[in-house]
């Protein structure tokens, strides 16, 4: 139960297993996770369930125009609604500090005399009950002068064009070719043009990446409650709770210790919790009223209170040998980030970094840029970049390939990176990199049966493309079959700082030795407080582990993001475990080391609650050894540093580690309606140690099933005259269903990366990565057509779009 | 907004009298959609969901009269051999949460040409009872659709049932969405043949400003039919004929592009199901299909 000054809602301590399964539930194994059952059952408490006794609603007003100067805004109507406690706007803001961002802070809090996206926040309202507030915020009006909008890199570029922020003072301006280009990362190695030469073939391509929704399920919320300090406490689901702290605080006016936060129940993130939403907002209304103030968003304000992955454009050319050696690979990659910053920077590092994928290619001449546009604001999104490359050099590999007349598979095996390899940037993979082991895995994986869908009680539809609408009875159905595989790297790269904070407790609790684990990480449902609990009882010998919920009284954990928290905080938990760990065998050592001379001779573990010698022998029950002592200790730990790429060769060690897996898909397609079911999609990725093997296919299941998402139906459709937002819904922004989710055999290889903590890889994003190639190259196979876009729409097969 | 709750039929009829603006809300299934979204703020919500006798059918002669609020999902458990096309189309709504709620008279309320019943109504020649304090009417479905979510009720009237004649033929119903379940309709195409009368009938959803027939395929291959004897011979429908019906029924479609399909597409697409569709039942009625595709 919360505190009694806590709003209802939020997390409290979970403590998991059971006294007297001492040996159980350590690394490797598959415990279950706490919240499992609750979210399946509908009870578990997400943000948007937060409550606080006279709690105020906090409604945003947007613009309804993606790019325009403010000519006025009047809020009159609004503040004079009764029920109405607050209406602010930019000039309501209380510093000086009225932007935020991840990286450039080029975010207004409120729109000041201009909107750049459709969707900006212009106001914010507080009111006693949501629906005043809504419709005091309907009341504000607000005129607008339109301005031509920037949505592509042609009208960005044009002679004349108007500038999406002008007076840039950003730390990329100075390597930008134009202001409305974020950031460019160029990566040259060898020479590309004169490898050309022993080229046999080269196959360019033009490839179109859509933009894809995180389309979490919980959409964002928090509550604010004023503190008696002039502070705040902010509940709040997100991915970094130490981020948004550095963003808040300023805008506020308050000092970091004035803004309290605690994590609420997250219903998902996929990145699109990096940005701040209502963070801010609900604070600043907060301590305006006095009152706390809650702020859910709908599924409609959801569509534009986040970031989305980036739309891009990709050229590619690749050359190979006629013994299929690839020769050299060009590429120049645009994505679109939008009105405002977010992660554009680090989403080119990744792109470009990552932009020829997990192949040995000595000659490479690679460009990644961001542009500034007026479309909607994109940022991170499972897989950061280097999804929208894997999509565009996998269909090159297929085109290559078909061009030497090899088998797709094989031709991937031949170029295939392996340990030591030396990437682009000139870093060499210096851990196990099996890229075609993972092919040749799922090659041999069993197909499925041809004719799924008919049995002797005749056809069921469910099996095939248009399922339940009953399109098709076998007609027009052909399969295909189609392969790809990716690079994804692991952690925050390019010299960042990238660590994690864990505090670890050990006491006595009923006569049992509990560890305490707390760590500011945000569980945003990959597991991570499952896996905390796993290490804990690794490392300590106990039974009983109590995670804490995450907040900021203990340092940050970074990010849930980049595949890291496994490693970076799974790592930190781990060395705070290890330093509990020397703590308690000094305490064993000052209060019996004169019984047994191998308290100073053997090496001791902690296991079974009892220290025991590396021999099995028992010293001593840990309960002896604490006594009344809790023993604590809160730590940083890091991974091995990463460096900057260099901006004009792109030369440098950027990444941390890497993550590979591969594909197979097997489709069905109606060929004549253009409708897609995918039948299968078998997947083998490397996970280096799974720490939770059953998490670890959950997580691969549903990175597999957000590629396909994107492959076949998920598409945010902006109107290229308006830039504005055409399908903020669930009902025209589509995302798989049961019946779109094909079976997911995975095949999970264990080698070890002896540079992180237990030989972990990260896991959750390499899945999305390959699984929309594959699809689409699948597609291609059954129709022979050449789909150069992504997603792939019932038109596109049909020659009718 | 005012939310009236009457307890019996005429308790209905006559608050639709007094407050013709009221909006009737059964299922909720689209009303409140629109409510949520604040795309509708109705003075009054007229609720019907006291009037038990909405969620009843009867069998009446040849005919089933199906009350408005009876749910898909009891429909697609019930009917399926007295509606087959209605069954079909009500497998493709939504979800199972949808369809234990929705009924086929929230579709005619609506009358959104995406509804996913009303290819299948016109298919089967459906009656729309409409009742008012003045007194009752049945409205033939090919009077109902009378622009983009209109329909042919007076201000004062209530949809009661809907009379269907019970199948004397084979009935399918095909719907395209770019997803395997739970889409809305980017077209949809439902067919009946009815040999009593020897004719066919057709319905096109979501390709057009309202639902609509193909008047002139239908006329087309009725005659195709006559001519060749087929109802009696039971052969084989020569390709040609049922590309030409195939593409009338294309010709048939006035649609637009929006988020969910190009115009071009959906044309295409009304073609091939309607070729489909028509093989299906053709096949059916020379008694050669099993149940295909009619799943549990």
Not at chain 1, 190 to 214: P, S
Not at chain 1, 648 to 664: L, P
Not at chain 2, 23 to 28: E, K, L, M, S, Y
Not at chain 2, 73 to 102: K, W, Y
């Amino acid at each position: 139960m919360p505190s009694d000054s806590a709003p209802l809602g939020t997390p409290s301590k979970v403590t998991q297993g059971s006294p007297g399964s001492p040996a159980q539930g350590g690394i490797g194994e598959s415990t279950l996770r706490p919240d499992g059952t609750l979210k399946v059952t509908g009870e578990f408490a997400y943000s948007s369930d937060l409550w606080h006794e006279d709690m105020l609603w906090g409604q945003i007003l947007r613009s309804t125009v993606a790019h325009a100067e403010i000519v006025s805004i009047d809020t009159g109507e609004a503040l004079a609604q009764p029920g109405v406690h607050a209406v602010m706007t930019y000039d309501d803001l209380p510093t000086e500090v009225r932007n935020y961002g991840l990286e450039v802070q080029d975010t207004p809090v409120l729109a000041h005399g201009k909107v750049r996206h459709h969707g900006e926040p212009v106001a914010i309202v507080a009111a006693d009950h949501p629906e005043t507030a809504r419709r005091a915020a309907a009341k504000i009006k607000v005129e607008y002068r339109e301005l031509p909008v920037i949505t592509d890199e042609a009208s960005a570029t044009a002679p004349g064009a108007v500038l999406v922020h002008e007076n840039r003072a950003d730390h990329h301006i100075g390597h930008v070719p134009h202001p409305n280009i974020l950031h460019r990362q160029p990566i040259i190695r060898g020479d590309a043009d004169e490898a050309a030469r022993r080229a046999a073939v080269i196959v360019k391509g033009e490839y179109h990446f859509g933009m894809q929704d995180q389309a979490f399920l919980g959409p964002e919320s928090g509550l604010a409650v004023p503190e008696e300090d002039g502070g705040v406490h902010l509940y709040i689901a997100t991915q970094w709770l130490h981020s948004d702290l550095r963003q808040i605080a300023p805008v506020l006016g308050l000092p970091e210790n004035k803004v309290r936060m605690t994590l609420a129940g997250v219903g998902g993130a996929f990145g699109g919790r990096e940005d701040l939403s209502m963070q801010i907002h609900a604070c600043l209304l907060a301590l305006r009223t006095g009152r706390p103030v809650k702020i859910v968003y709908n599924r409609f304000e959801s569509f534009f209170g986040h970031v989305h992955r980036h739309p891009a454009r990709l050229y590619y050319e690749h050359g190979a040998t006629s013994e299929g050696k690839l020769t050299h690979v060009k590429c120049r990659i645009v994505l679109d980030g939008g009105a405002y910053a977010s992660a554009s920077p680090a989403v080119v590092g990744n792109a470009s970094s990552l932009g020829i994928g997990p192949y040995a290619v000595d000659d490479v001449d690679i460009e990644a840029i961001a542009l500034y546009t007026n479309n909607p604001p994109c940022g991170a999104m499972r897989g950061f970049g280097a999804v929208q490359a894997c999509f565009a050099y996998e269909a090159q590999m297929d085109k290559v390939a078909r061009r030497l007349g090899m088998d797709p598979v094989a031709f991937r095996k031949l170029n295939a990176m392996e340990q030591g390899t030396v990437m682009p940037t000139g870093q060499p993979v210096d851990s196990p990199a099996p890229v075609a082991e993972l092919l040749r895995r799922v090659e041999a994986m069993p197909l499925p049966p041809e004719r799924q869908w008919e049995s002797s009680e005749g056809v069921d539809v469910r099996q095939l493309p248009g399922g339940l609408s009953n399109t098709s009875h076998g007609e027009g159905v052909v399969r295909g079959v189609g392969y790809a595989v990716g690079i994804k790297n692991v952690g925050f790269s390019e010299g960042f700082d990238d660590y994690s904070t864990a505090r670890v407790r050990m006491e006595v609790v009923g006569g049992e030795p509990v560890a305490v684990v707390h760590t500011a990480m945000a569980e945003v449902g990959q597991g991570g407080v499952t896996v905390h609990a796993q290490i804990a009882r690794t490392e300590l010998g106990v039974a009983r582990v109590t995670i804490h919920p995450a907040d900021t009284r203990v340092g940050s954990a970074g990010s849930t993001s980049a595949s890291r928290q496994t490693y970076v905080t799974g790592g930190a938990v781990k060395n705070s475990c290890e330093l509990v760990r020397e703590k308690v065998l000094d305490l064993g050592r000052r209060r019996f080391g004169t019984h047994h001379p191998a308290w100073a001779a053997a090496e001791l573990l902690l296991e079974g609650g009892k220290v025991v010698t590396d021999g099995g022998e028992v010293l001593a029950d840990l309960v002896d050894v604490l006594g009344d002592e809790a023993v604590e200790v809160e730590a940083e730990w890091r991974h091995r540093p990463t460096e900057p790429f260099d901006p004009r060769t792109g030369q440098g060690n950027g990444h941390v580690q890497y993550s590979f897996a591969a594909h197979r898909a097997v489709v069905e397609v109606d060929t004549e309606l253009g409708l897609v079911k995918v039948i299968e999609l078998a997947c083998a990725q490397d996970v280096g140690k799974a720490l939770n093997p059953l998490s670890v296919v959950g997580q691969i299941q549903g990175g597999t099933a957000q590629g396909l998402g994107i492959a076949v139906m998920e598409e945010i459709i902006v109107d290229p005259k308006t830039a504005k937002v055409r399908n903020p819904s669930f009902t025209d922004y589509l995302i798989p269903t049961i019946l779109d989710t094909p079976t997911i055999p995975v095949d999970v290889l264990e080698l070890a990366d002896d540079h992180a903590p237990y030989g972990l890889r990260g896991v959750g994003e390499a899945p999305t990565l390959s699984s929309t190639p594959a699809v689409l190259a699948a597609i291609r196979d059954a129709t022979g057509l050449e789909l150069n876009r992504t997603p792939v729409r019932p038109e596109h097969l049909t020659g009718t779009a | 907004m005012d939310f009236l709750r009457p307890a019996s039929w005429e308790e209905a009829l006559a608050a639709k009298a007094e407050h013709p603006t009221a909006v009737p809300i059964a299922g909720g299934t689209d009303v409140m959609v629109e409510i949520n979204f604040d795309h509708r703020r109705p003075e009054y919500l007229l609720d019907l969901n006291r009037i038990g006798d909405l969620y009843e059918w009867e069998a009446v002669e040849g005919s089933v009269r199906l009350g408005a609020s009876v749910p898909y999902a009891r429909i697609m458990e019930h009917l399926r051999t007295e509606l087959p096309g209605l069954a079909l189309a009500s497998h493709t709504v939504a979800s199972p949460q949808i369809r234990n709620r929705g009924g086929v008279g929230g579709n005619l309320g609506t009358a959104s040409p995406a509804g996913d019943a009303h290819p299948a109504l016109l298919a089967a020649g459906a009656e729309v009872e409409a009742e008012s304090v003045r007194g009752t009417r049945l409205i033939p479905i090919d009077d109902f659709y009378t622009g983009v979510k209109r329909n042919a009720l007076a201000p004062d009237e209530l949809i009661r049932a809907v009379r269907v004649h019970k199948a004397d033929g084979p009935q399918q119903y095909s719907k395209v969405g770019t997803r395997n379940a739970m889409v809305i309709a980017v077209c949809a195409f439902g067919l009946a043949l009815h040999p009593e009368t020897r004719t066919v009938r057709t319905g096109i959803g979501s390709a057009a400003p309202t639902p609509v027939r193909a008047r002139t395929a239908e006329d087309f291959l009725s005659a195709a039919l006559d001519e060749g004897g087929w109802w009696d011979n039971g052969k084989v429908i020569t390709p040609s004929v049922v590309k030409q019906f195939a593409d009338l029924c294309a010709a048939a479609c006035n649609p637009i592009d929006d988020v969910r399909g190009t115009a071009g597409y959906r044309r295409h697409a009304v073609g091939v199901l309607a070729r489909r569709t028509l093989t299906w039942t053709w096949d059916s009625y020379r008694g050669t299909a099993q149940q295909k595709g009619m799943v549990a």
